[in-house]
């Protein structure tokens, strides 16, 4: 799933937070980089990855619910892909 412009770095990781399966953000050479086995600690993701605006991030979701809950988060803030 990639997204894109998200302002609040905060807020989509704190929802990333809820997420119980891995998820894992792939870098601009394709390679996966596994940002946590289970539940995710935003401030560690934060000061590790990102800060501020997020212009764009693809990620994997191994927990099927995990992707949908994140997905509807960005559907109703508009940072997915068309």
Do not use: W
């Amino acid at each position: 799933m990639k997204v894109y412009n998200i302002n609040n770095s905060r807020e989509f990781f704190e929802k990333l937070t809820a997420c119980k399966g891995t998820v894992e953000l792939v870098n601009e050479e394709g390679k996966r980089l596994r940002l946590a086995d289970g539940p995710l600690t935003p401030d560690t993701l934060l000061m590790t990855y990102f800060k501020g605006t997020i212009r764009e991030m693809e990620l994997i979701f191994q927990n099927s619910e995990d992707c949908a809950r994140i997905l509807s988060y960005l559907m109703n803030k508009r940072h997915l892909a068309a």
